[in-house]
DNA sequence: GCCGATTTGTCCGTATGTATC
DNA sequence: CGATACATACGGACAAATCGG
């Protein structure tokens, strides 16, 4: 990401993450802003946006641009935005180990085209990892890519950060991403693979992936155990 | 919303929705939809980033904007952006109704402060729902708002819409909604408020909403009965 | 209550860069 | 290589909301 405004947002979400503008208070005005960076008024309005559309402020039209943000309770592992195992687990200060589980190359039938999206047909990997954090396996994820954009993948990288090999080997930029959450109940695999204890539900995250070809390459589907699934999220109107 | 952009931008979402612009398929070029709304470039490259914001399109460097919305399988309640009961239930084509548990003034002592996000010392309204739908009660909504900024409420308001009464009557402008979702342990008060069946967990979201002034006025828990709880997002990388 | 200064919001027109075909 | 299409940035203009004198 090599534009300014992305630069200029960076900097300001830095600044509102360590303290410098803090909750409650107004940033510097558009003017002040725009002599620190040296940019126009358009392109520092479009790192505010974004700036915006992340929770971190809130402008109001004829005061000023105000922060909202502040350092929220943390949970046990939070979940936010576009992140993969690896970002997240060091953001939350946990070391993740992941086991493949499955491996292999599939046809996709009718009955998997309705559950991943995929066309009936499509050449998939399914891939079925286990995540180990704190000591138990609390993560379970279920993922079908199509073969077609994943050339290269290996059971090895699938157990390292698969996103970290498309990025940077493929060269592959993930962009837009599809959730939706919901709670079901735990399968006989689900407490045969992780540690349940007795909960016998789980929180079901489902992450449809399209990257910059507008190409959906991935379906993934993380049973989480519910005690350690949080997930946080940040809606601006009018956007 | 009488911005020109924002309109562009409901247009070309309804034609998505409604299969003008399928799947998969490319929307007509920059120039092409300049010329059919007669804007310029800034405003349309606007209406266009919201959509993509949404999940709706993926703009292509060199190609064009790739239509990646497809009708979802709808599940029993879909919870989605910035959205009201009333908006949610409308959606999903069913009639909710609201009563109202409990409906007091206080005042935010640490715990509560500690909880919701204000400070102590703040003059609360802490309003309790139930909502009740397809003939059980499935969701227990614990709201607080700032009193200061909800004057006028009432049980009565309270069963009917209060976002509807904010926006409306009181002109205010709901913006920014920081969600946290977790899943938490049924309480007996739980228990003794919904129709859990067999259920012992709840899917739990908090919503902390702004107003166009940046005053932080609301905290609202909705504790979902785990069986309709369906929660929908879309991210963007680079946003 | 009015007016002017400040600040954000929207839009226009233009130029240049980058990726695709 | 040129045409097409999206991406970023500049500079200027006016509107709308706020605030203080």
């Not at 090599?2 to 900097?11: F, G, L, S």
Request: hydrophobic fraction near 40%; charged fraction near 25%; glycine fraction near 6%.
């Amino acid at each position: 990401m090599k534009a300014i405004y992305y630069d200029i947002y960076k900097d300001l979400r830095e600044k509102i993450m360590s303290g410098v503008y803090p909750y409650q208070t107004y940033i510097p005005s558009e003017l002040k802003l725009i002599e620190e960076y040296e940019c126009t008024h358009n392109t520092l309005r479009k790192a505010l946006q974004v700036l915006q559309m992340h929770g971190f402020v809130q402008p109001i039209r004829g005061k000023g641009v105000l922060v909202i943000w502040q350092l929220g309770r943390r949970t046990r592992f939070v979940l936010g935005d576009i992140e993969n195992m690896r970002e997240a687990g060091e953001r939350n200060g946990l070391v993740i180990e992941t086991s493949v589980r499955r491996f292999e190359r599939i046809v996709a039938d009718e009955r998997v085209a309705q559950l991943t999206g995929f066309a009936a047909g499509d050449e998939l990997i399914r891939v079925e990892r286990v995540r180990r954090l704190d000591g138990a396996n609390l993560i379970f994820d279920k993922s079908c890519f199509l073969a077609s954009s994943v050339e290269g993948l290996t059971p090895e990288i699938a157990a390292d950060s698969i996103f970290t090999y498309l990025e940077g080997t493929l060269g592959m930029q993930i962009t837009t991403s599809n959730r939706t959450i919901t709670m079901e109940y735990a399968t006989a695999e689900d407490r045969e693979v992780l540690d349940l204890l007795d909960f016998d539900m789980l929180a079901v995250m489902e992450n449809r992936t399209f990257n910059s070809d507008g190409v959906h390459f991935e379906t993934t589907q993380s049973r989480h155990r519910p005690d350690y699934f949080s997930f946080l999220t940040t809606a601006v109107r009018g956007y």
